[in-house]
């Protein structure tokens, strides 16, 4: 189940922007043959590439479909399992995952709360022994996951939206120099005539494109909800880590576990909602 909810992640998405990427290769194409009247005999056929490139891209996610809902939900029984585990060695069965109600996810749940219900009828931890594991196993390495998630996403981005603020302003200062000295008829100072062609044509269509196709993928890719929940996750986890340290009775720690399990939990969920309707173009 682990290594089914390892593989096949980023492949839905890659082939999504795939396909973005490669009807804006197929559009530059074109604005630079209109912009600099170029009659290259390769350039209809490296239009038909990209364009083709991205048809066979978007039926690829169709078929894709159905391994990526099944990944969704082998990731979210893998997390059901990790929360069980960290959990297992309280003096009561955690009651988390039995008041969960998703379709799929039943049986799944009610056979975790029952294995944990007779595991700890039969098994007592010392809280000394638990805590540690705990803190080692289940928040450090939640921490440290979502530092790595952190490191990946925030630059790219921070990447991607420079990009698209770039792009915008330039096609504003295109766009309005163009409009100025056609309609005041200002002359355009002496430049080659490579130079006005690429400032009042190719880079007025090319560069909103663009920026269109930057800020699709930070879209597609959730960059931003993403960052914000990360670092969010990763500022509760850390406080929580402290209160679990500064535990001494079972009662207390039992909360704080708890609740560090249900923000854990309701962060998979959402992950969960989102992912498993994601439908192809």
Known sequence: MRLAASQGAPHFRRLIVATVMSHVMATLIATATVAYALHMLALPWAKLVFVTFGLVAALALRRHLRSHHSWVRCRLAAEFCRSALATWGLPRAAPLLQDLDLVGARRLTRALYILHTRSSATRSLPIEEFKPVYLAKRIDDQIAYFNRQVNKALPVYRRLMAGFWVATLLAVACI??????????????????????????????????????????????????????????????????????????????????LKTERVLLQEVIEWHSLRSFAEPP
């Open 176 to 257: 309005a120099s163009y409009a100025v000295t056609r309609t005041a008829g200002i002359a355009v100072p002496p430049v080659p005539l490579w130079v006005e062609e690429t400032a009042f044509v190719f880079l007025q269509i090319s560069l909103p494109v663009v920026a269109a196709s930057l800020i699709s993928i930070i879209s597609i890719n959730d960059l931003q909800r993403r960052v914000a929940r990360y670092q969010e996750m990763r500022a509760l986890l850390t406080a929580n880590r402290a209160e679990v340290a500064a535990c001494l009775t079972w009662n207390s720690l039992e909360h704080i576990v």
